[in-house]
């Protein structure tokens, strides 16, 4: 029998790895993302079902450190984990080795535009969730396995874009 304090913390862990998860998307930070994996951890995207972008495998430490690099078309985005729901796996030596977990999230991509309809950006959102495995190392609990689905998508016109890197939200941190 899993203690309930073990269990708190190894829930507060698995939630601590989608979050650095999506704070590694956000701030572009490869090694950032690569650490929330297993060294043999991979992340499919599974594609779209209207066909119009195809399923992508990233596996290993250097393909997925490479994952917030994919981004790079946009000026921002905004991932904000909403839900988490976890199953763990039998203990072993007192403590589960593995686990799995549904994760929702709403992640916002917001890339300049033209202005030419009076709009300066668009903000793409995708609502989706992660189905996820895990696996307890001795760095302690990690992603093995991440699937992300998108469950719909919204566009959105945006009046104002900061720069990237600038001096204001999201340009290098709390003053």
Request: aromatic share 8%; with cysteine.
């Amino acid at each position: 029998m899993t203690d309930p304090g073990d269990r708190a913390a190894d829930e507060e862990a698995l939630r601590a790895l989608s979050t650095g998860y999506a704070r590694a998307a956000d701030d572009r930070d490869g090694r950032g993302m690569a650490r929330q994996f297993t060294d043999d951890g991979e992340l499919v995207v599974a594609a779209a079902p209207d066909g119009s972008r195809p399923a992508a495998v990233h596996r290993g430490t250097e393909r997925l450190a490479r994952v917030p690099g994919l981004l790079g078309r946009y000026e921002w985005t905004l991932h904000r984990v909403v839900d988490h729901r976890f199953a763990f796996g039998p203990p072993e030596d007192g403590r589960p080795a593995t686990a799995g977990g549904l994760v929702r999230c709403i992640a916002h991509h917001v890339a300049r535009g033209d202005g030419a309809d009076g709009t300066v950006g668009t903000d793409t959102v995708w609502y989706l969730h992660y189905l996820d495995e895990y696996r307890r190392e001795a760095v302690g609990w990690r992603i093995a396995r991440r699937t992300l689905e998108v469950e719909w998508v919204e566009e959105r016109p945006v009046a104002l874009v900061a720069q990237r890197g600038g001096t204001g939200w999201g340009g290098g941190g709390p003053t």
